[in-house]
């Protein structure tokens, strides 16, 4: 199995800093691409941001240079780091993973994989 854990959520100050943290563990032959999305109160999904195994990212209009993700792929980790936080930046965060599982000696093909999410509340 694969499981994704996040952390580093919390309540923040307007333009206040958090660094969000999502390791991927278990049955992982390999991790593709990660990115992080966010679900507001009362609104659906959405990206935020998603890197490739090279190191390749790609951001939401919103971030507009204050995110920055990164990711450790030796420790299967993927960071963001969230700067000039705003109230509307609000929401639950999710990590996500393109990860290809093994079980013995046999590998999977690819599966996406969801965090539990971690709450950013931005106060005014």
């Known amino acids: 199995q694969v499981q994704l854990v996040e952390s580093g959520g919390g309540l923040v100050q307007a333009g206040g800093s958090l660094r969000l943290s999502c390791v991927a563990s278990g049955r992982i032959f390999s991790v593709n691409a990660m990115g992080w999305y966010r679900r507001a109160p009362g609104k659906q999904r959405e990206l935020v941001a998603t890197i490739t195994s090279g190191g390749g990212t790609n951001y939401a209009d919103f971030v507009n240079g204050r995110f920055t993700i990164s990711r450790d792929n030796a420790k299967n980790t993927v960071y963001l780091q969230m700067n000039s936080l705003k109230p509307e930046d609000t929401a639950v965060y999710y990590c996500?993973?393109?990860?290809?599982?093994?079980?013995?000696?046999?590998?999977?093909?690819?599966?996406?994989?969801w965090g539990q999410g971690t709450q950013v509340t931005v106060s005014s």
């Open positions: 996500n993973a393109d990860v290809v599982p093994y079980s013995g000696s046999y590998v999977y093909g690819s599966r996406d994989y």
